[in-house]
DNA sequence: TTAGGGTTAG
């Protein structure tokens, strides 16, 4: 039975949800919060920190919520506490306009106003530098009555992130006070801008560090390809225990083709005396390094393990397990895979093309191809390594030719060394050997040994032992430690009978050093509309159906309750009795998938499902009409 | 007790 106490800042509940809250599991802060609504009355401090959770989930589900805890609050009077206000404030960050609307309409009342006042114009600050709204967010800075350390940092970030470094420094220079993330802003700067070496001096010599400093740095490292810098700081770093510093680790090895280190990161992490536990993100880097190695049965532990460590595939983890099956061959597992994606882009589709490509799947890619530019989901270089590669193994040099050109005359995307590669292979393979010497000679860029590597592997193919001794001296040039070359031009000698030729390359090889080892029940035609006061009679029930219990989800739809407002996010059943009796209709307020107010029509008053003086709703005028679709 | 900074897939 409700004791109807109200629970204070620290109370054993408020301390439980706020665990939940602080540990990423928003839902289950919720569910605690409801739980609690069984012993207290509603606690704004519980409340607090079931907004800060709820802004963790994903955008659209976290717009949702926010509109049913703002509704929530304002039917318990408690949105003008300043411990909610500015929680919710901060969950609307995402939305300029709501978040100002927060603070100009309903602003907080009583001692701590001005306190969450700050928090709140803290908030919008950073929701207006999200937006890029880089005038307004430095109007309202400048307009502040108070600024605390917090307001400096999101301005130096906002304006550091937009590329205006000396005036972020500028302002950098100018706080009052500071503290690590101030630092940290201004260093986030200067490595998005490519100011990497600036920032490393900066960063030894700042008098406060902290994870995230090492962290920024580690990936500034990491994105600009200097995995041993990258290495060095992280071995540097005194407290590991820390989730982001090993996916930034281990990220960094798996996105620079260190697959091995990668997986001995992750085993590292894994050991006893590290107290972290890998999550989807340390998961989605695993398995692409698994990928990189083909190996299919570390892959499949892998993902045992994370069945065990209670992760659930997202759409992420998704598309590295796609692309691990891609090219461990299992093309059907990647398309049940790809088939369950809740929404794909342009990395999913691409992942796919490329399996098919890889797997010589040349229809599949072009329709995937085909279904991906009706999505609007515009190509980049990758769908086009996909592409390139599927009609090279299909042999279609015209079609590759009009692809390879499309690339940049169609969809401005300036061809890599990958695609001048699978060109090159391509018209090497079908005898174009001049041709795709000149197409080598033709490319932007400084061409890679791999794709002189092509030609020659295509020099052998067509016994051409003049052209292989031209392209082969580039190879050599280009990767002298790379023994696979000489073996390929050994081969091209042979087969020209040149014995002498072959015996002096053997001689070279040894002189340097080279070996030869080398449901929702939501359909069209169950539309009605319910009105309260026709209930009981049941009439457009029946007309929504005939004999059996139905249910609605209410997302984006919004539905007027009585007595209560407009809840954005709902669930709605109806039941009738087999035999066409009493028809009764609930109406759940839902919150991020869990209920968080359920109301039912008993006779003509809407109960809710909120203990105290605020469960009973009263009884409302019969002109009060609640849409429900079903 | 609210606010800011870092980590994921092709």
């Known amino acids: 039975m409700p004791t109807h106490t109200a629970a204070h ?8 949800i706020r665990a939940a809250a602080d540990h990423g599991h928003p839902r289950r802060a919720i569910a605690l919060y409801l739980s609690s609504l069984a012993a207290h009355r509603p606690c704004p401090f519980a409340l607090a920190a079931v907004l800060k959770s709820v802004s963790r989930l994903p955008a659209h589900i976290a717009a ?6 703002h509704a929530h609050l304002l039917r318990l009077g408690l949105l003008m506490h300043p411990y909610p206000h500015a929680a919710l404030a901060h969950l609307y960050s995402r939305d300029p306009v709501a978040a100002r609307s927060l603070l100009d309409e309903t602003p907080p009342t009583g001692a701590q106003a001005p306190h969450s006042l700050l928090v709140s114009r803290n908030s919008l600050i950073a929701s207006l530098l999200r937006s890029g709204d880089l005038p307004a967010a430095r109007a309202l800075f400048d307009h502040m009555p108070v600024r605390d350390v917090v307001s400096w940092n999101s301005m130096v970030a906002g304006l550091a992130k937009a590329g205006r470094l000396d005036s972020a420094i500028q302002l950098f220079q100018q706080m009052p006070e500071r503290n690590a993330a101030s630092w940290n802003a201004v260093l986030c700067g200067l490595i998005a801008h490519g100011h990497l070496a600036r920032a490393r001096e900066m960063f030894e010599q700042m008098p406060v560090r902290s994870n995230v400093s090492w962290i920024t740095m580690i990936s500034g490292y990491a994105k600009a390809g200097d995995v041993h810098a990258a290495a060095a700081l992280f071995e540097r770093m005194e407290n590991k225990n820390d989730l982001y510093a090993w996916n930034a680790m281990i990220s960094c090895y798996a996105q620079n083709g260190c697959a091995r280190e990668a997986i001995q990161v992750f085993n590292r992490m894994l050991k006893p005396h590290v107290c972290v536990l890998p999550n989807e993100k340390t998961f989605s880097s695993v398995i692409s390094a698994c990928s990189q190695l083909g190996d299919l049965r570390f892959g499949l532990w892998v993902q045992t393990f994370m069945g065990s460590v209670g992760i659930e595939l997202d759409d992420h983890l998704r598309t590295a397990l796609l692309d691990l099956y891609t090219k461990t061959g299992r093309i059907d597992s990647a398309f049940d895979l790809f088939r369950g994606l809740r929404t794909r882009d342009v990395v999913s589709y691409s992942a796919m093309i490329v399996g098919c490509g890889m797997n010589g799947k040349l229809n ?6 085909k279904e991906m530019s009706n999505a609007n989901i515009r190509p980049n270089a990758v769908t086009f390594v996909g592409l390139l590669s599927a009609y090279k193994h299909a042999g279609l040099m015209e079609e590759a030719h009009a692809c390879f050109a499309s690339m940049s005359s169609k969809y401005k995307i300036r061809p890599s060394m990958e695609h001048y590669t699978i060109m090159v292979d391509l018209l090497g393979r079908s005898g174009k050997l001049d041709e795709a010497f000149q197409l080598i000679m033709q490319m932007p860029m400084q061409p890679h040994a791999s794709v002189w590597g092509a030609l020659l592997l295509a020099c052998e193919l067509h016994n051409n032992a003049e052209l292989g001794e031209v392209v082969a001296s580039k190879c050599f040039e280009l990767a002298p430690g790379d023994s696979g070359y000489y073996i390929l031009l050994g081969n091209i000698y042979a087969q020209a009978n040149k014995w002498d030729k072959v015996k002096r390359l053997r001689k070279t090889m040894t002189e340097r050093g080279l070996s030869l080892a080398a449901s929702s029940g939501l359909s069209e035609g169950l539309e009605g509309v319910f009105q309260r006061s026709r209930l009981g009679s049941g009439g457009s029930v029946q007309k ?52 968080l107010e359920r109301f039912n029509v008993a006779g003509t008053s809407w109960r809710s499902s909120i203990p105290g003086n605020l469960a009973d709703l009263g009884e409302h005028p019969d002109d009060e009409v609640v849409h429900v679709v079903l």
């Open 544 to 595: 929504a159906s005939a004999n059996k219990n139905q249910s609605a989800t209410g997302a984006g739809t919004r539905l007027k309750c009585p007595s209560f407002g407009w809840i954005s996010s709902w669930n709605a059943s109806t039941s009738l009795a087999p035999h066409g009796g009493r028809a009764s209709l609930a109406i759940w307020h839902m919150c991020a998938g869990i209920v």
């Open 64 to 69: 949702t919520a926010a509109a049913s805890l």
């Open 9 to 16: 800042v620290n109370s054993p509940w408020t301390l439980a």
């Open 364 to 369: 599949e890619a072009i329709s995937l191809f």
